[in-house]
């Protein structure tokens, strides 16, 4: 760039710009003299430029550097060129040339600003200490790209970067970007500029795309390095893959290459930036006769818009169509919309002419003026003022040429729409903004997006189908996490999201539907008195101890008969309490449990047992004792008349007293809840506390039992009257039986029938003490009163013995 007035040079050897290439030429043109119309800059001072080809290759690539730095004799150190002063230089958009061409620039501290896109290479000021990019950083292309992904469910893509600075950073950003979101890397695959001549490394390239079960394929790179690659994608004919690019592979070569058109589905990431006023006005008024001198605009004319091919310019120019534009053309030739390259020259002119402004202005505030014209700032100037630099560009933007203050970019998103063939329209499908909300950075019009041809529905990219709710996933060994099987949840846990890694465990009160993706409430279950079961188990108890309390009544009225009196009358009222208090606590059992019913039905159960059994071994005693006081000889007849074995109820009762009183100290009964007993119910039950101390009370009910049923049975055959040995036997024999069924029923049971089947166990053993000893008594009371008497037992002696 310098002060001369505006031209372009037009050595015979340059080549021509491509097409696409040619809008960079016409911001330049377009911000030069926008700035130069400006008059609040650079006052008496005027804008030009010189533009130069860069030739490709090692041998040639300094040619043009070379004479615009020291004329057409190239003669380093020595210039030629005496009527300009050039301050700065822009190259691009090829950061290995700006590489290249910043090691001769910087030997004489010129200025350097590239266009192309942020290259981490150049970003080393040791370097480079002479360039400025004007390009962002890509710092959150790996969060858009992802958020991408996540927007349309992609968890399973393929990688494929230039193997450089710039693809292995971002490589290893979209991977750690990726991991935190779940998102698995099929294959990665880096392309360098050196092997993409060897066609076997390209179809190594190939296989690994077209094999692999993923179909999104994210592309870094510029078009230099992975174009040959592109080429051999289009024309061995992938199909079905979604590109996701950071930038838009050049139009012109792929028509001269490509047989199949754009790529399948490309999605392309462009920085956004705001739409520069007057821009496309000032392409539709260049024409060659604005610019006579710009013989690629001659070129461009006379290739589109009919011109005859004459010698005369004059006769050249009427033959084409007098309206004629540069928006006359179709987009894959010339576009109207300025790109980021455009743009960054723009943003690159207003640099330099702010810079250029502010030291003007310093020179005037330490300097008179001789001629009021200035004295045009060296390049090395311009650095102090560069690296600090920050403004504002007439679109709004803010520019900072500073690497580390640089902002983070905002991207578009845009679709190449091919339909008809060859229309190749870029349309913006949607944005990225790292500056909102997390959750609203992304927003996408998914159906403007043109997928592949007969598609109607989005492309799916997954290594392994969601897991529905009801399932987890089961990693599958040696994938990727996004590589699973789907497992039903176990017992009781669910998973009401898709993709869940672990199954959720319901709480004890709730358990998990048949589907396994809801947590339901438990019913409250309980042996209840409104339960069929619990209902006749009630009744059944009330009608026994109704019953046990009309035979109490009837040996009150009876109590001065024989069979009433024998074997101690008050024993015989003793045993019929404790059983009505028996089948009374069976009530205890049914109903909802709490802590005082929880203790009151062990304790009630354990000293009413005690009191029966203990009244039973007293009666069996009874007999014994009163069969030795009335035979001949014997001296136990003191025994009996003083009431000796009334004490053995108090002792037993006093044992079970002590025993009980232990359990309540140490760890009493308490309510509790069972959840794995039955499906959808929560068992509500008393738990026994102490398990030892309960078998205990047991055991020693059980050792009671056991010395009754020993010594009745040994009195068995006792031959005195009204002896019910035999009917003693009988009753400890069912109470043994019933608690000896009792214990491993109890344990195979659960819930409320556990419960119901330890109050059968209380009502059978009642039963069978008040059926074995009682009923016969019972019969002979009602049934046979001419048995109920001493005389009568005499005579039948008497008559059995004859």
Known sequence: ?????????????????????????????????????????????????????????????????????????????????????????????????????????????????????????????????????????????????????????????????????????VLAELKEEMAKNRVCVDYELLISSKGLSHIFKLMRVYNQINKSSTNVLIIYGDNESLLDLVICIEQLLIKGKVCIMNSQWDSTMKKKYFMLGSLHVPLIFSHHHADVSGFKDFIKAVKPAKYPEDFFLARLWFLFFNCSDSESECVMWESCSHDASLDWLPGQVFDMTMSGDSYNIYNAVYALAQVLHKILIHQTEVQTMGNGKGTVPSPAQLHT??????????????????????????????????????????????????????????????????????????????????????????????????????????????????????????????YANTQRNQCLLRTASFLAFGDPLGMALACLALCFSMLTAAVLGMFVKYHDNPIVKANNRTLSYILLISLIFCFLCSLLFIGHPNTVTCILQQITFGLVFTVAVSTVLAKTVTVVLAFKATSPGRRMRWLLVSGAPNFIIPICTLIQVVLCGVWLGTSPPFVDTHTLSEHGHIIILCNKGSLTIFYCVLGYLGSLALASFTVAFLARNLPDTFNEAKFLTFSMLVFCSVWLTFLPVCHSAKGKVMVAVEVFSILASGAGLLGCIFAPKCYIILLMPNRNSLHAFRDKRKQLSS
Request: include cysteine; charge should be negative.
């Open 1 to 169: 760039m310098d002060d001369s007035n505006s031209h372009a040079s037009s050595q015979e050897e340059n080549k021509p710009s491509i097409f696409k290439n040619y809008q960079l030429i016409l911001a330049l043109v377009f911000a030069i003299e926008e700035i130069n119309k400006n008059p609040e800059l650079l006052h008496n001072l005027t804008l030009g430029f010189d533009i130069y080809d860069v030739y490709i290759g090692a041998q040639r690539i300094f040619k043009n550097p070379f004479i615009w730095l020291f004329g057409k004799y190239k003669i380093p150190n020595y210039s030629c060129i005496r009527d300009t002063t050039s301050v700065a230089v822009l190259t691009g958009p090829l950061g290995i040339t700006s590489a290249q061409i910043g090691t001769l620039l910087d030997l004489y501290r010129f200025p350097q600003l590239t266009f192309g896109p942020f290259d981490h290479v150049l970003s080393d000021h040791n370097k480079f200490p002479a360039l400025y990019q004007m390009a962002p950083k890509d710092t959150s292309i790996a969060t858009a790209m992802v958020s991408l992904l996540l927007y349309f469910s992609w968890s399973w893509v393929g990688l494929l970067t230039s193997q450089d600075e710039n693809g292995l950073w």
């Open 385 to 510: 003022f560069l690296r600090n630099i920050q403004f504002y560009n007439p679109s709004g933007d803010q520019v900072i040429l500073d690497d580390n203050r640089k902002l983070e970019p905002q991207y578009d998103i845009l679709n190449i729409w091919n339909f008809p063939e060859g229309l190749e329209l870029q349309v913006k499908v949607g944005m990225f903004s790292p500056y909102a909300l997390h959750g609203n950075q992304l927003s996408v019009s998914e159906d403007m997006v043109e997928w592949a041809t007969g598609a109607t529905e989005t492309p799916r990219s997954v290594c392994s189908e969601s897991c529905g709710p009801g399932f987890r996933k089961s990693p599958q060994e040696g994938k990727a996490a996004c590589c699973f099987d789907c497992s039903s949840c176990p017992e009781n846990e669910i998973a009401n999201e898709t993709d869940m890694d672990q199954c959720v465990k319901c709480a004890n009160h709730q």
